[in-house]
């Protein structure tokens, strides 16, 4: 599990917690259920069973693999439409190609961002190069969806590029863990993704034994997903292991610690933690649009049938077979 490595002796540490700080307790741990998305590749549904409240501002999120591929193997998405939300696809490991019909794309690989804001529509697509159709190999990533407020839900599609040398790296105050923050701040460190919804994103390895802890916003919730490993979250140390998502409760800070002993397949625990500003509005979701109301929903629905959802590129990229 590549994305990006570093040696935590040499990066900013994050502050140890002071006498007034409290920890954000443990409010469920669900595990997420295995299915298929787009042409046909595996992916945890990591927030199904988990209400919209607990989740506000995110809609939705799968973690893609991690699959080791045997050449043909490897699958991704057609062109399809979204409105009213914004699209993460962050690349652990792999290769992945994106193209909109809003002029955004590029390769997103080992480590690497696209952040599309689908706004007011738009139409993309999310396939792995045809080399590695052709050669097979591992893949494993992160699709999540941010709702955007009614106030943004027909703001101007666009797209950002956020390399995996961009993110911010921190160090855990013992050296044990690498945090590298994609959006939003952490105890004064911020990440390089722009966000029309305020959040964080952020993705750490914490080496075997060793304990992350680290300021969270009290304003946002609090989302801790075990991509893989076994640990502990929270001040009573419920244990987590990976395709679990934990959902935290009102606090300072937030605690994830990784058990003494790993599978030898996985070194250290990696988890993706997560926080937002709740929106508190109305959501209607149907299939790619995520909108107020149901009468939003068929609007969106009728105008992507009538073509304002722009059009796709006479160069445009298409799904490779094996």
């Given at each position: 599990m590549p994305a990006v490595t570093a040696d935590t002796l040499t990066l900013d540490r994050i502050a140890e917690a002071g006498p007034a700080e409290t920890e954000r307790p443990v409010r469920s741990v669900t595990t997420g259920p295995r299915g298929y998305e787009g042409e046909g590749f595996p992916?945890?549904?990591?927030?199904?069973?988990?209400?919209?409240?607990?989740?506000?501002?995110?809609?939705?999120?799968?973690?893609?693999?991690?699959?080791?591929?045997?050449?043909?193997?490897?699958?991704?998405?057609?062109?399809?439409?979204?409105?009213?939300?914004?699209?993460?696809?962050?690349?652990?490991?792999?290769?992945?190609?994106?193209?909109?019909?809003?002029?955004?794309?590029?390769?997103?690989?080992?480590?690497?961002?696209?952040?599309?804001?689908?706004?007011?529509?738009?139409?993309?697509?999310?396939?792995?190069?045809?080399?590695?159709?052709?050669?097979?190999?591992?893949?494993?990533?992160?699709?999540?969806?941010?709702?955007?407020?009614?106030?943004?839900?027909?703001?101007?599609?666009?797209?950002?590029?956020?390399?995996?040398?961009?993110?911010?790296?921190?160090?855990?105050?013992?050296?044990?863990?690498?945090?590298?923050?994609?959006?939003?701040?952490?105890?004064?460190?911020?990440?390089?993704?722009?966000?029309?919804?305020?959040?964080?994103?952020?993705?750490?390895?914490?080496?075997?034994?060793a304990q992350l802890n680290l300021p969270w916003n009290r304003k946002f919730n609090a989302l801790v997903y075990v991509l893989s490993g076994e640990g502990t979250v929270g001040p009573l140390h419920n244990p987590v292991s990976g395709g679990q998502l934990v959902v935290l409760g009102p606090g300072d800070r937030i605690t994830v610690s990784a058990n003494a002993t790993q599978d030898s397949n996985r070194p250290a625990m990696e988890v993706l933690l997560l926080g937002g500003q709740p929106i508190r509005e109305p959501v209607f979701a149907y299939g790619p649009f995520v909108m107020n109301t149901k009468a939003e929903v068929i609007e969106a629905i009728e105008d992507f049938n009538a073509g304002k959802f722009g059009v796709i590129p006479p160069d445009a990229l298409m799904p490779h077979t094996g």
């Open positions: 992916v945890v549904r990591a927030f199904a069973g988990v209400s919209k409240t607990d989740l506000d501002p995110f809609i939705h999120m799968d973690q893609m693999g991690e699959v080791d591929y045997e050449p043909g193997e490897p699958k991704g998405t057609s062109w399809h439409p979204h409105r009213g939300f914004e699209t993460v696809t962050y690349i652990i490991d792999g290769r992945f190609q994106h193209q909109d019909s809003h002029g955004g794309g590029g390769l997103i690989a080992d480590g690497a961002t696209q952040w599309m804001t689908a706004g007011s529509g738009i139409l993309h697509i999310e396939t792995p190069p045809a080399e590695l159709v052709a050669s097979g190999g591992v893949f494993h990533g992160i699709q999540l969806w941010v709702n955007l407020p009614k106030s943004e839900k027909f703001s101007t599609p666009a797209y950002q590029s956020i390399e995996g040398g961009e993110a911010r790296l921190l160090s855990s105050s013992d050296g044990g863990s690498l945090v590298r923050i994609i959006a939003g701040e952490i105890g004064g460190f911020a990440g390089p993704g722009s966000t029309r919804t305020p959040i964080t994103m952020a993705h750490a390895t914490i080496e075997p034994g």
